[in-house]
């Protein structure tokens, strides 16, 4: 850089002192939280374009949010100090985004900057020209030279330079970007594969890809990929390879007894730092638990394990504890943090800390089942572990003087040390609603709820579909991103609208409820009328529905087809669309989800591990649905249920009783008062003789398609 460039730069005199008002007042957390900072910042909208086009000069946006560590640390170190406030206040256009309020310009600013630097994630530091085109970018900053990163300082005046003196360099790096995503977004040469071979490829390639040592997928870091769970699963009921049933659950029990399943108060972290899953990034995050309790509720259908009953209580627990909003529905996340520069600090213990909390031998006892001294000691500070299962208790009690049985001790150890941490200052939760988050902890906690005879699960999974069908929908342009107290906002994300549609599905089932039913299949219409976009697939915004600022390329098209890692939106879509077709035994909904996944699957050749959702809707086409009606009072007839529940068979709908329409059933005549309790099995049309016992029940449901009636 030469020196007399930046001194032109330079001039102007000092730049305007920050203000502090245009974050403090909005509805985000993470904006909030950078109100002090020095630096003028502007929250995402049209303001700040004009802003740039009138000045001249470049936009920086920040996109991060209150869950992501790394966003504290650069919030914390960087935006924080006085030289980088003075170099941003002087020549740029400050933007925060919080990424959750804002996932489409997430999307977009995320492939933009990893077209050009190759990087992604969180936070995301992206450098725009007014148009909102980027043409420079990466992730964390340190202010000054370190973490083997350039210093802030010194890369902002780099940038600056750059804009006053090569303007055509600026103008090459954002065509470079815009050629990229256009060969990236162009038709895929040939047809899709047959769905059979479709599912076989993803199958194979994410077995692959299969940790046998420690289970999961992939090396460090380590995360959770639930719908590969369940892809596993369902391909096993289909062919009857129980390899890969025996590869989902080692995943789930060795996620289970990892440290990045929170061992004292439920939920899960959001993933692994090492391949062993002992030692988390601690942020747990509403998507990621909604998604992992769908996958421990498959598993425990598929293996009735003791170990997945106790991690789906514990997620719903937490779940409800820390995310549950008082007026109904759930929170967004809980941060990571507690303070600046903390990391990990309410979730992990030391020896010292045991044996205030403990007696001798019950902090010993804890210290040997939960691998305190191990591999899961924290980096920064060894002293410090987080508790993770390394033996059982009666093994970590040898040689110990215990006054109860061991299994007793540690968890009355374990209970005490909840009351310990609790009295600690426990890291922040972001309050905020989202549709996306609300429809899949919906689905989950109706299934639960049922399942395990849990009356408070479904009602709460009632109230929060209550709260959302009257404040945050409306008819003519679906389900609202976000609810704030009473007002809804954030219309035509792909998203919310294929979330929701799925937890009002699943929730009808249970509820045996045609307003349920009726509500999703008008959220379903919206979505097949107003988000087709080429070749038919899904986008992500809808832009005659989209009520956001229309900058920055914000309503141009953009499919979500891959996991990332959680279900993707048009792989949601595809599974809306047969959930609803089976239950009306309407084929118009079939076949559009057929349609649907040609075009995905042509997209997604060698996708592996991130094309789980999109094989699990063709696993789904594949394995014909299943209705279960079971007739009866009293013991006979739970017992039915139980047993129909607690099966594992992919598109199976149970009712106690029959359902009124809409749903649609087929035209056996109802039981007399006299019979005993029955089970009806049936296959579009077609039902096997009335079932009255669970085995023979359970038999039935586990019977593969080319068995079954």
Not at 75 to 94: M, N, P, W
Not at 239 to 254: N, P
Not at 283 to 300: I, P, Q, R, T
Request: glycine letters at 10%; hydrophobic letters at 40%.
């Amino acid at each position: 850089m030469v020196a007399g460039a930046w001194a032109r730069v330079e001039d102007g005199g000092e730049p305007p002192a920050p203000r502090r008002s245009r974050l403090a007042g909005t509805s985000s957390a993470y904006l909030r939280s950078a109100a002090d900072q020095p630096i003028d910042w502007y929250p995402w909208g049209v303001e700040a374009f004009e802003v740039a086009r009138s000045s001249g000069r470049p936009l920086l946006v920040d996109v991060g949010a209150s869950w992501c560590h790394w966003c504290h640390v650069m919030d914390e170190g960087t935006y924080s100090d006085a030289e980088v406030g003075k170099i941003l206040r002087q020549h740029f256009v400050a933007v925060k985004v919080d990424r959750d309020e804002h996932p489409e310009v997430d999307r977009r600013l995320q492939r933009q900057v990893s077209a050009l630097s190759g990087e992604g994630g969180w936070p995301l530091t992206a450098f725009l020209t007014s148009e909102g085109e980027a043409f420079f970018g990466g992730t964390y900053f340190p202010p000054t030279d370190g973490h083997g990163r350039p210093g802030f300082r010194r890369l902002l005046r780099e940038i600056v330079r750059i804009w006053v003196e090569e303007p055509e360099r600026v103008r090459e790096s954002a065509s470079t970007v815009r050629e990229a995503l256009a060969r990236a977004a162009a038709p895929p040469s040939g047809s899709a594969p047959p769905i059979p071979a479709f599912v076989e490829r993803v199958a194979h390639e994410i077995s692959a890809s299969f940790d046998p040592a420690y289970g999961g997928f992939g090396t460090s870091p380590k995360f959770p990929h639930p719908t590969a769970v369940q892809l596993l699963l369902a391909e096993e009921f289909r062919t009857g390879y129980g390899a890969s049933g025996d590869r989902a659950r080692e995943t789930l029990l060795a996620m289970a007894n990892g440290g990045m399943y929170d061992q004292l108060g439920g939920g899960f972290h959001r993933y692994s730092t090492d391949e062993r899953w002992h030692v988390p990034h601690f942020e747990k995050m509403g998507v990621d638990n909604a998604e992992l309790l769908a996958a421990y509720l498959e598993g425990y259908r598929r293996y009735g394990d003791a170990r997945f009953e106790e991690v789906i209580r514990g997620t719903v627990g937490w779940a409800g504890e820390v995310l549950g909003d008082p007026g109904g529905g759930w929170a967004a996340s809980q941060d990571a943090d507690n303070a600046p520069g903390d990391d990990g600090g309410y979730f992990t213990w030391s020896r010292a800390e045991l044996r205030e909390a403990l007696g001798a031998d019950e902090a010993k006892l804890v210290a040997r089942a939960f691998g305190l001294g191990t591999d899961a000691r924290m980096p920064h500070d060894p002293e410090r572990n987080v508790l993770f299962r390394l033996v059982p208790a009666a093994e970590a009690a040898d040689g110990l003087r215990l006054d109860a049985p061991a299994d007793l001790v540690l968890e009355r150890a374990l209970g005490r040390l909840r009351e310990v941490r609790a009295a600690r200052p426990a890291p922040g939760v972001d309050r905020a609603l989202y549709a996306s988050i609300n429809g899949r902890f919906i689905a989950t906690h109706a299934v639960a709820g049922l399942l395990f005879r849990e009356p408070r699960w479904l009602a709460a999974a009632r109230r929060a579909a209550d709260r959302w069908l009257s404040r945050g929908f409306e008819p003519t342009r679906g389900m609202a991103h976000q609810l704030m107290g009473e007002t809804a906002r954030g219309f035509g994300l792909l998203e919310d609208q294929v979330s929701f549609a799925t937890g009002l599905l699943e929730l009808a089932v249970a509820d045996r409820s045609p307003r349920y039913l009726e509500a999703a299949r008008a959220v379903l219409e919206l979505v097949d009328r107003e988000y087709r976009g080429e070749d038919g697939l899904l986008r992500d915004v809808a832009p005659a529905l989209y009520d956001g600022p229309a900058i920055a390329g914000a309503t141009e098209a953009a499919y979500p087809l891959e996991d990332s890692p959680h279900l993707s939106a048009n792989a949601m879509g595809m599974l809306a669309f047969l959930r609803l077709g089976h239950l009306l035994h309407d084929d118009r909904w079939s076949e559009a989800a057929r349609r649907l996944l040609e075009p995905v699957a042509a997209r997604l050749r060698g996708a592996g591990l991130f094309a789980a959702g999109a094989a699990l809707a063709a696993e789904t086409i594949l394995v014909p649905p299943i209705d279960v009606v079971v007739e009866g009072d009293g013991p006979a007839g739970a017992a039915l249920l139980a047993a129909a529940r607690s099966t594992l068979r992919p598109g199976l709908s149970v009712f106690e009783g029959r359902p009124p329409e809409p749903f649609a059933l087929p035209g056996v005549p109802p039981a007399g008062g006299t019979e005993p309790a029955r089970a009806l099995v049936c296959r579009g049309t077609s039902c096997l003789p009335p079932i009255t016992e669970p085995e023979a029940l359970v038999a039935a449901l586990r019977a593969r398609p080319d068995a079954a009636a």
